[in-house]
């Protein structure tokens, strides 16, 4: 592979025009398509498989009515102190807004009367009473016009003394991420310039990572009407894509400026960085696609749209890596300037200052490594970086270093114990909020259960009294423990199917809520084995509560495959069965200390304020499986990156020690660039008004964080100097049965880069 690579590389430099050409050309197009394509309807959203969506399903087929998607508004009034909203003057008024917003878009399919008769939508003591108003098209379709005319009604009605709030998914607004993202990608600047010490050396990432989610965002725009994607679908590519893009454009420019600094010409450079670094992108990118489009597994249509639309852009971004970089490094001649100080290099050869000697094994040209006088020892004073006083440090001392880690993230892992799982509902949103304040007077007036009514649908066809046997099921169903009230069976045209409004006494995220859906279909089954009817239970509550058990009993199976996969792939990058194992449980830990994060931030309110966390609740449902999926491959792009460079050290010759530090010397200053520029794209989520996407952003942030920084630069190290040469240990049988990949470069080798065995194993002592 890093002889395929270094010609790619080798060519692209060369024929950088073609190469330019060809990625804007491609933006280009991707830019025209999404502007031109259709507005993408809302993504359907279903759960194959779940009982809920087998309800919804049945509906649709018979009584599409009751199955309608649309938009939907509450439309809470509560009479002032002293009032009821049954008084003629209160009354008259909520009936001339309900009037108002039916007839105040041409969108809207009905808004209810809460005094009609076969509505009941007055609290038992009179004072609130709500307005059910549905739409003919999803939130997402709804104009701006329909979404201003339904606020200026409420407006108008709350001027009249009355308390009037909004809640459903009509006011939805389309999630944004404010100046935070923009900071985020300032902090990526900063940082590549402090690391490369180069406005145009730093600059290259950042418009090439700009390139590729541009080019994959407007893919997925373009795309999204006819593939059914969903408004999180851009948003996980854009984060993924840009995260990605950043740090393998950083390691292949890195390396580039290290092949400079060995005295090669820039285009054998360019071709070497391509070679060496590029194959450590390829490898990289291949487990974050694995763990992307291993999404798939957990078969919730929205989520794997999501991974397969983010690892397109993740593949996109390791292609546009071992391409354009090259190409835009051939544009940039000497303005990118090889690894060292200011003056270090020039032409080829090192201007060493008055009296400096040349640094061991520099070479003096481009062709053999220099002959040093003496060799450089652990006691010899040498310029070292903080990576390698870093990395002598935890090679000394490797078990304080790996019990001190892993205390560390075990007591960030602790809050994990008590992590609750749920889909945010108006509960979860803001105080502050019109949605969270009608959630309340609906909670307060009636019961907390009516904010999350469950739909039973029974299936009465071929029973033989149909309606004898919906009347049962409402009795058994009213018997039930948590229920407040029951309506009776409506029935479809056909009378085959009948269905009923289950109102719980706990809200819809409760336990007891769970408990009650799982006591009705318990009781089902009874039915069932009786008289042949089927009874299921749906509904937004149902379904929510449908997602999170799939999702958990996903989560094994989907972390069996993934890891496994990956540490298949490993195994061939590193020729070692330690070393991918050690990744994998190293992995684990991140993820488990990220995991209790969340859950002190988002669950238990710890610095909540700080990351703008006004309710705390639930942790999301699918913020478990998602972060195994994503931090699992961003965390072995780390572990690559940096035992990459030890075992290319480690086959050149040096002990397993020696092998570490020069990993570290190497590695270390890139590894932590790449990590705080990704943490800082990921944080600039946190600023999303999407309770979601602001609950992502800052797992993935503090993951990279725990991962990055703990994991690979601590526990990852102690634990190669623990297993000293066992660390690279391979079965003979397994060694002749592995494809010869060839990611440290060793093909790219010549005579003369072999240099002396011994002298290359004094380069580094420890």
């Known amino acids: 592979m890093a002889t395929f690579l270094y010609k790619l590389g080798r060519l692209a430099f060369r024929r950088r025009h073609f190469v330019a050409l060809i990625w804007v050309a491609l933006l280009t197009l991707a830019g025209v398509g999404a502007a031109s394509a259709p507005t993408a309807a809302s993504s359907s959203f279903s759960i194959p498989g779940t009982e809920a969506q087998k309800a919804f399903d049945l509906l649709e087929q018979r009584a599409p009515e009751a199955s309608a998607d649309g938009a939907n508004a509450r439309v809470v009034f509560k009479a002032p102190a002293g009032e009821k909203v049954t008084d003629p003057a209160n009354k008259a008024e909520i009936r001339k807004t309900v009037a108002e917003l039916k007839s105040g878009s041409d969108q809207v399919a009905s808004a209810a009367d809460p005094f009609a008769p076969h509505v009941k939508a007055v609290s038992k003591d009179g004072t609130t009473a709500y307005a059910s108003v549905t739409y003919k098209v999803t939130s997402i379709e709804l104009t701006d016009d329909s979404r201003d005319a339904l606020e200026k009604t409420t407006e108008d009605a709350r001027g009249d003394g009355m308390t009037v709030e909004v809640g459903g998914d009509a006011l939805q607004a389309m999630p944004h991420t404010g100046a935070t993202e923009i900071i985020g990608i300032a902090v990526a600047a900063v940082v590549l310039v402090i690391t490369f010490g180069s406005l145009v050396a730093a600059g290259l990432p950042l418009l090439t990572a700009l390139i590729g989610v541009g080019i994959g965002v407007s893919s997925i725009t373009a795309l999204a009407d006819a593939l059914d994607l969903g408004t999180t679908t851009s948003t996980l590519a854009m984060m ?3 995260a990605v893009g950043i740090d393998y454009a950083l390691f292949i420019v890195s390396r580039y400026r290290a092949e400079l600094a060995e005295g090669r010409e820039r285009e054998d450079a360019a071709g070497r960085a391509v070679g060496t670094a590029g194959s450590a992108v390829v490898f990289a990118g291949l487990t974050v696609v694995i763990a992307l489009v291993g999404l798939a597994v957990v078969n919730i249509p929205m989520l794997t749209k999501m991974g397969f639309a983010a690892a397109g852009t993740v593949a996109i971004a390791v292609l546009i890596a071992l391409t354009m970089i090259p190409a835009l490094l051939g544009y940039a001649g000497g303005k990118v300037k090889p690894t060292g100080e200011k003056g270090r290099l020039l032409g080829g050869r090192k201007k060493s200052g008055a009296g400096a000697p040349a640094a061991q094994g520099a070479p003096a040209n481009g062709n053999a490594p220099a002959k040093a006088n003496t060799p450089v020892s652990a006691n010899t004073p040498a310029k070292e970086n903080l990576g390698t006083r870093w990395a002598r440090f935890v090679v000394r001392r490797p078990v304080a270093v790996l019990l001190l880690g892993v205390l560390g993230l075990g007591a960030a892992a602790v809050p994990v114990s008590g992590l609750e799982l749920g889909l945010p509902d108006d509960g979860a949103q803001p105080t502050s909020t019109t949605q969270r304040k009608a959630y309340d007077l609906i909670a307060d007036g009636f019961g907390p259960g009516y904010n999350g009514p469950l739909m039973v649908v029974s299936d009465l066809k071929g029973v033989a009294d149909p309606k004898g046997e919906a009347a049962a099921v409402q009795k058994t169903i009213s018997g039930l423990d948590d229920v407040l009230s029951v309506s009776p069976p409506q029935y479809n045209k056909a009378g085959d199917t009948a269905m009923l409004s289950v109102v719980p006494s706990s809200k819809p995220s409760g336990t007891e809520t769970e408990s009650l859906v799982h006591a009705i279909r318990d009781e089902a089954k009874t039915v069932k084995a009786d008289s042949g009817a089927d009874v299921m239970v749906t509904g937004t509550t149902a379904m929510n509560i449908d997602v999170s058990q799939k999702l958990n009993d996903a989560l094994l199976p989907y972390l069996a495959l993934v890891v496994g996969l990956a540490f298949l792939l490993l195994i061939v990058v590193f020729r070692s069965v330690l070393v991918p194992l050690k990744a994998a449980l190293g992995f684990l830990l991140s993820v488990l200390a990220a995991l209790g994060a969340v859950v002190a931030v988002f669950q238990w309110g710890w610095l909540g304020s700080l990351f703008g966390v006004e309710q705390t609740g639930p942790i999301m449902s699918m913020m478990p499986i998602f972060m195994v999926g994503v931090v699992f491959g961003l965390a072995m792009d780390y572990e690559v990156f940096l035992v990459t460079r030890m075992r290319e050290a ?9 092998a570490i ?14 990590a705080v520029i990704m943490i800082a794209v990921f944080a600039g989520f946190i600023g999303s008004s999407e309770q ?16 990055a920084f703990i994991v690979r630069m601590a526990l990852v190290p102690a634990v190669l100097a623990l297993l000293g040469r066992g660390a690279w240990w391979l079965p003979k049988w397994l060694d002749r049965a592995l494809p010869n990949v060839d990611v440290e470069g060793e093909g790219l080798r010549t005579p003369a880069d072999q240099g002396d065995p011994d002298e290359k194993r004094e380069l580094v002592g420890v």
Do not use: C, N, Q, W
Not at 661 to 673: C, E, I, M, Q, Y
């Open 650 to 658: 480690y086959v050149h010759g040096e002990s397993p020690h020696d």
């Open 692 to 707: 979601m996407v602001k609950m992502i952003g800052f797992g993935l942030a503090i993951a990279v964080f725990f991962d």
């Open 240 to 242: 993924i894509g840009l």
């Open 661 to 674: 530090v020069t990993g570290f010397k190497h590695g270390a200053r890139v590894v932590s660039a790449a």
